[in-house]
């Protein structure tokens, strides 16, 4: 039977920017309710065990680009949150005798790259003021709201003061910005070193989450937003949260429920209601109508507008422009439990060290690099991957019993789409094993020290998680899908083309990562609105 309520604010999807998002709705008094299909809040960043004895992250694994504000507001480290920083940011092997690592401090970090350049070495501390500069200009744009150009002289004058701090910082920013933002990593990066390890330690920031070569256009982009962050103040800084990242959206969850927000689990929602033109409510798949003043959606913008909506109920140059919209981020993520930790060729021994409480880092050049993304369209994996491995019960005992481990393996180049008919149903196992062979020519007893996995192919992490294309990102983080234009030109300040139909999730700016902030703008937008 179909039952019928009417709330305030209806928000589509309990990942973080839904739980961010309906937070400061409840603060400003609105009745809000969250609807969630999975049995669990918290979208991607979710903790599950996935052997016995052993919890992991299950998509989203790391921390730092999560909004201080956010952390403040919610209150969430008194409400329990602990989040511990990584002893090294990185450590990169690159054959039986050769490691790179990267962090500990400037002058650590320019020791190491005295093994392959004195030159780099010397160039690294002007590479770190400049990007940070830009990122300083970027983390401020961030927490606004892109200017609509249907919103005439007003939306201009919101453009020029968002990039007046650009404007006024001198030519030299400007440079940077418009590198960053129009070159590829490796062409960026080439202007500042000229050791291809070093290079390739810095540009895989610019592949994570991204379907594209070190040589595609705008690249370099990602590189700046992956150093957006910061743990404890400490700007670049990443770490991890003790109970994996669904500690951070179950307190999320907490601050939410303690306001009165409400939080439904087990109930998918098959369509957005419409009537004139305006968003009145959803329809779950069990019938049940809930009607609100407000709908949000924190969905990927596809999902939202080719499956929820029905096509005449949009404007026909809107849906064009979502026909363009891309997804999918070649992103293959496992996690393995381990009875020991790796012994890497180059940096023997199982007993635990920095470089196990790191990022440890697969990719040991851009031609590497370049090889997996043409790997991956060619063939629709690499046979070679670029892998990220987090090992983050080195940092938290809650994870795995005593003496083993927990592995997150966040692994490039994995075609979205599989050709020729192939699906990802059939080709799972054996692209796992490319990269459980891939971890192991570095730490030959990897392989037999893994317990049990949890495999999650593009389709599974679509399937599982709503993730299209197995997009972490909700969408591309390109400059045609960025700022006012994202998800598409003129609906970038979060109101969707439907009357009181609004956006939260990454689709919306500043895109992708554990950031809280579209949820955060998206309420602010809302509330002005009310």
């Not at 940011?89 to 790179?100: R, V």
């Not at 910061?230 to 990242?245: L, N, Q, R, S, T």
């Amino acid at each position: 039977m179909t039952r019928e309520r009417k709330i305030d604010a209806l928000i589509i999807g309990a990942g973080h920017n839904g739980l961010v998002c309906g937070y400061y709705l409840a603060c400003a008094g609105l009745k809000v309710h969250i609807y969630e299909r999975r049995s669990v809040v918290g979208g991607a960043a979710v903790t599950e065990e996935f052997h016995p004895g052993f919890r992991n992250s299950v998509a989203s694994y790391t921390v730092s680009l999560l909004n201080p504000q956010v952390i403040k507001d919610m209150a969430l480290k008194a409400r329990g949150l602990e989040i511990v920083k990584r002893p090294i940011s990185n450590f990169m092997p690159i054959d039986d005798k050769q490691f790179l690592k990267l962090g500990g401090g400037l002058e650590r970090t320019q020791d190491e790259f005295k093994k392959f350049s004195d030159r780099d070495a010397e160039r690294l501390p002007e590479y770190y003021s400049r990007i940070e500069a830009v990122a300083d200009v970027m983390r401020d744009i961030s927490v606004k709201t892109p200017p609509n150009p249907k919103g005439g002289l007003k939306a201009l004058l919101q453009a020029v003061l968002q990039l007046w701090p650009i404007a006024k910082k001198g030519n030299q920013l400007h440079r940077d910005v418009y590198d960053l933002f129009t070159k590829s990593v490796r062409s960026f990066l080439d202007g500042w070193f000229e050791s291809e390890h070093i290079k390739a330690a810095f540009g895989f920031d610019a592949i994570v989450g991204n379907y594209a070569g070190p040589d595609t256009p705008g690249s370099a982009y990602i590189l700046l937003h992956h150093v957006f962050g910061e743990v404890d103040g400490e700007k670049g800084a990443w770490g991890h949260a003790i109970g994996g990242m669904g500690a951070i959206t179950q307190t999320m969850r907490q601050a939410c429920e303690d306001l009165g927000v409400e939080i439904t689990t087990d109930a998918a929602v098959a369509k957005v209601l419409v009537v004139d033109k305006g968003a009145t409510g959803i329809q779950l798949e069990d019938g049940s109508v809930v009607l609100a003043d407000r709908v949000i959606s924190n969905v990927n913008p596809s999902l939202l507008y080719k499956k929820l909506i029905a096509e005449e109920d949009l404007d026909s140059e809107f849906s064009r422009s979502m026909d363009g919209y891309k997804s999918g981020s070649g992103t293959f993520r496992m996690n393995v439990a381990l009875s020991e930790l790796p012994s890497f060729t180059s940096l023997p021994g199982t007993d635990m060290g920095e470089h196990h409480q790191s990022g440890i880092v697969i990719g040991p050049t851009m031609d590497y690099m370049d090889r997996a993304f043409i790997d991956a369209k060619q063939y629709g994996w690499s046979r070679r991957p670029f892998v990220e491995m987090l090992i983050p019960s080195t940092l938290d005992d809650s994870l795995a019993p005593p003496g083993q481990h927990v592995a997150s393996l966040f692994c490039q180049q994995f075609a979205p789409t599989l050709q020729d008919g192939r699906s990802w149903e059939d080709a799972r196992v054996e692209a796992a094993d490319c990269i459980i062979d891939t971890v192991n020519a570095h730490a030959p007893n990897f392989k037999a020290s893994i317990l049990g996995r949890m495999i999650l192919s593009p389709l599974d992490l679509e399937n599982k998680l709503g993730l299209i294309g197995g997009d972490i990102m909700h969408g591309h983080m390109t400059l045609d899908q960025m700022w006012a234009a994202r998800p598409v030109m003129n609906y970038g300040d979060y109101r969707g083309p439907l009357k009181s139909l609004y956006m939260c999730g990454a689709g919306s700016h500043p895109g992708g990562g554990v950031t809280g902030l579209p949820g955060k703008n998206a309420a602010r937008e809302i509330l002005k609105d009310r």
